[in-house]
Structure formats: structure tokens, C-alpha cells
């Protein structure tokens, strides 16, 4: 009776083994990289500024978005040796969030950002 129940087990195990779902792609870490910034706030309207995630998965495109935005977002890019890059242009004052995520990946990870007014000066920003 123990070897039957052993047997059982096992079978039990294999089949949960085969039938359990791929780990899901994930973001790790967003960081985003001020330009020269001047004022108030770290981060201003009109200005741009370089947005790198690190992905636990090279195969699926990252998306980038602004709180509010939906799912098509400011971005998108497939990631090379672990890491997905793109461009930002915060699109209105205030504190929000910039996400990134990938396909059938949850949660999303996401970075707080207070964005003033920007003024583009070309080699710098000043955010009120």
C-alpha cells in the first residue's frame, strides 16, 4: 500500500511539474537619468531625459508609460543583455509615476517623479 501511494505521489508531482505556468517576465529596477536640471524640480516638461530598466527576460518588448497614459504609452523597446532603454518627455507638472512592464508581467515596476513646467535651454532644463 505505501509503494501505491508513493507511485501516486509522483505522478501527482510530474503531471503539477508539467502543467505549472513559465515564470512570467519581469522588470527589476527603472531608473531615469536627469539632464542638467535647474529649479524646483528634478524633472521639467518640454525637456528629455533617458529612462534604463533591467528585465529578468531579453525575449519580450519593456512598455513605458506615464500614470494615465494606458497601456500604448510614451515607449517601447526590446531589451538587449538585460536591459531595455528609451527617451522620456514628461508630458504634464506634477507628481506621477513612470512604469515599465513587460507582456503577461505583474506588477509593473514604477518610479515616482515630480515634474515642474520645463524651459529647454538645449544643454540644460530649468523645471518651475
Known amino acids: 500500500m505505501k509503494k501505491l501511494i508513493v507511485v501516486a505521489a509522483a505522478a501527482v508531482a510530474s503531471v503539477t511539474t508539467v502543467l505549472a505556468p513559465a515564470a512570467a517576465a519581469k522588470v527589476t529596477s527603472i531608473g531615469i537619468e536627469p539632464s542638467m536640471t535647474l529649479g524646483a524640480h528634478r524633472y521639467g516638461t518640454t525637456c528629455t531625459y533617458n529612462v534604463s530598466v533591467t528585465v529578468d527576460d531579453n525575449t519580450k518588448r519593456v ?21 531595455a532603454k528609451t527617451i522620456w518627455t514628461p508630458s504634464k507638472p506634477g507628481i506621477t509615476y513612470i512604469y515599465a512592464v513587460q507582456p503577461d508581467a505583474w506588477p509593473e515596476t514604477r518610479q515616482v517623479v515630480d515634474v ?13
Open 116 to 128: 515642474g513646467t520645463g524651459i529647454n535651454l538645449g544643454s540644460a532644463c530649468v523645471a518651475v
Open 63 to 83: 512598455y513605458f508609460f506615464e500614470e494615465g497614459q494606458g497601456p500604448t504609452g510614451f515607449a517601447d523597446a526590446m531589451p538587449s543583455d538585460g536591459v
